[in-house]
């Protein structure tokens, strides 16, 4: 059973940065990726971005595109969102997963949830 701490979530001013991490407690399969996905409140939950343990192929939601970066460190299991230029509509819980390539955008593609961190943008 693969368990996903995130942190770094906190409260930041429009334009600001955070960098969101997710430690995996044990190496995922090689065919997986990992996922970030946020729930706002009121809303449904919605893919962010992904990348791929062996090739570090990403995938970025064309609202962050240009904002938001993924990357991973293989050798400690971690992967980080760093999220710049952020904005109000990005507060959301932002959680971390792992699941399957072929649908990285899919939340149920995914297997393993993290318990998320809030990320606050005021205004």
């Known amino acids: 059973q693969v368990q996903l701490v995130e942190s770094g979530g906190g409260l930041v001013q429009a334009g600001g940065s955070l960098r969101l991490s997710c430690a995996a407690s044990?190496?995922?399969?090689?065919?997986?990726?990992m996922g970030w996905f946020r729930r706002a409140p009121g809303k449904e939950r919605e893919f962010v971005a992904a990348?791929?343990?062996?090739?570090?192929?990403?995938t970025i939601e064309n609202s962050v595109k240009g904002r938001f970066t993924i990357s991973r460190d293989n050798a400690k299991n971690t992967v980080w969102l760093q999220m710049n230029s952020l904005k109000p509509e990005d507060t959301a819980v932002y959680y971390c997963?792992?699941?399957?390539?072929?649908?990285?955008?899919?939340?149920?593609?995914?297997?393993?949830w993290g318990q998320g961190t809030q990320v606050t943008v005021s205004s």
């Open positions: 997963a792992a699941g399957d390539p072929a649908a990285v955008t899919r939340s149920y593609a995914y297997d393993y």
């Open positions: 044990e190496r995922t399969s090689v065919r997986y990726a």
């Open positions: 990348i791929r343990w062996s090739s570090g192929d990403t």
